[in-house]
């Protein structure tokens, strides 16, 4: 049955959501808006369309395509300053996108509609949406190719958090999380920068915070630090690395109440890690500089990598078929290494394929073929 085998389709049969958010933001605030806006799609929305429910959350994943598709038009490379209503446009789509979101899990329940199909589709949307958002970011920060580091940050946790998932069958949001004060924070942020340029963001963080011009810094007294540089530092410090040593946790947890093996449970994010690593050797080898020359690409593309990864671990916890995660998420491995193995052939062949797009439609066309699955 392709990805999914006997086991695995009884198991789905039987599979329940379970998931908490802990926000303050998010119980007293966003949560009520959120319950009185469920109420403004028809009930029976569900039963006149195909997919049920499936309509918002695309909806909601095609704000932030059209907030990317903003960017390029305006800063193709991310490094120019884009007209200021563009930024307005980026915080009301990203908006837009954090309701919709929200919206779809409520109309599903209101309308007895929720189903595993549901959940994979919009946490798959999740994952696509941190690239298409990365490159929203990028073009407010005016940053280039350091827009690839902002989607490693909205990466990184969300990996973590569907690994944790995985294990604890409990998807749980802290009281500080990404997808409701992280998003409000960058939607602010676009909204900020609509009021000051993006050029604020681009230069040294002593001139767009002068009061760090009188803290004596003499290390870095000579170096030009964009103030973009400083954020990046303060989201992997404050919110990435506290994420991660808390999804490890819980997982170290788990596994131990288990009797089982936590180097098993680690090996689970190995594709990741490579997906990471063949990205950034990638990138250093490019002689056409991919990263700084068509980021867009470069962070859809591995995005659209990401999203598959994500989306077999979702799969597997679904159908409880782990077996299927472990043979399935590494055959790309082997499928990435094809640009490297073409590169050190010709020069010239490196430079046009350096672009990614061949690269690309063959690594997504080795995701979407279907696998045989275990018993």
């Given at each position: 049955m392709g990805f999914i085998g006997a086991h695995g389709v009884e198991t789905l049969k039987r599979y329940r959501y379970s998931g908490e958010d802990r926000s303050v933001v998010a119980k007293y605030v966003l949560q009520p808006f959120w319950s009185r806006c469920v109420t403004l799609f028809p009930l029976w929305m569900p039963t006149w369309l195909c997919f049920p429910t499936f309509q918002i959350t695309l909806t909601g994943f095609t704000f932030l395509v059209l907030s990317a598709l903003l960017g390029y038009i305006y800063s193709p490379r991310l490094d120019t300053a884009p007209p200021r209503w563009v930024h307005l446009a980026h915080g009301l789509l990203l908006f837009l996108y954090q309701t919709f979101d929200a919206v779809d899990g409520k109309q599903a329940r209101r309308t007895s509609s929720s189903s595993p199909l549901?959940?994979?589709?919009?946490?798959?949307?999740?994952?696509?949406?941190?690239?298409?958002?990365?490159?929203?970011?990028?073009?407010?920060?005016?940053?280039?190719?350091?827009?690839?580091?902002?989607?490693?940050?909205?990466?990184?946790?969300?990996?973590?958090?569907?690994?944790?998932?995985?294990?604890?069958?409990?998807?749980?949001?802290?009281?500080?999380?990404?997808?409701?004060?992280?998003?409000?924070?960058?939607?602010?942020?676009?909204?900020?920068?609509?009021?000051?340029?993006?050029?604020?963001?681009?230069?040294?963080?002593?001139?767009?915070?002068?009061?760090?011009?009188?803290?004596?810094?003499?290390?870095?007294?000579?170096?030009?630090?964009?103030?973009?540089?400083?954020?990046?530092?303060?989201?992997?410090?404050g919110a990435v690395i506290p994420t991660v040593r808390s999804n490890v946790s819980n997982v170290q947890e788990v596994v131990e109440a288990r009797k089982g093996s936590m180097a098993l449970a680690l090996a689970m994010i190995l594709p990741f890690i490579a997906l990471l690593a063949g990205v950034s050797i990638w990138c250093s080898l490019s002689p056409s500089s991919i990263m700084r020359n068509q980021p867009h690409l470069l962070v859809i593309g591995t995005g659209f990598n990401f999203g598959y990864l994500v989306g077999r671990m979702i799969l597997a916890h679904l159908c409880n078929e782990p077996k299927g995660l472990k043979s399935g998420m590494f055959m790309w491995v082997f499928t990435y290494t094809l640009p490297f193995r073409l590169c050190m052939k010709s020069r010239m062949l490196l430079e046009s394929i350096a672009s990614g797009t061949t690269i690309f439609s063959l690594v997504v066309m080795a995701r979407i073929m279907p696998k045989p699955a275990g018993p």
């Open positions: 549901g959940e994979i589709f919009d946490h798959g949307c999740d994952a696509l949406a941190c690239a298409f958002e990365a490159l929203a970011l990028g073009s407010t920060l005016m940053c280039g190719r350091w827009t690839f580091c902002f989607w490693v940050v909205a990466a990184v946790p969300f990996y973590l958090a569907t690994w944790e998932h995985f294990f604890t069958n409990t998807l749980i949001l802290p009281t500080i999380n990404g997808p409701t004060e992280g998003l409000m924070l960058i939607y602010v942020s676009h909204l900020f920068t609509f009021l000051t340029g993006a050029e604020w963001w681009a230069q040294d963080f002593r001139k767009s915070l002068p009061i760090f011009g009188w803290i004596p810094l003499p290390f870095l007294s000579e170096i030009e630090i964009p103030l973009y540089v400083i954020v990046l530092i303060l989201m992997i410090v």
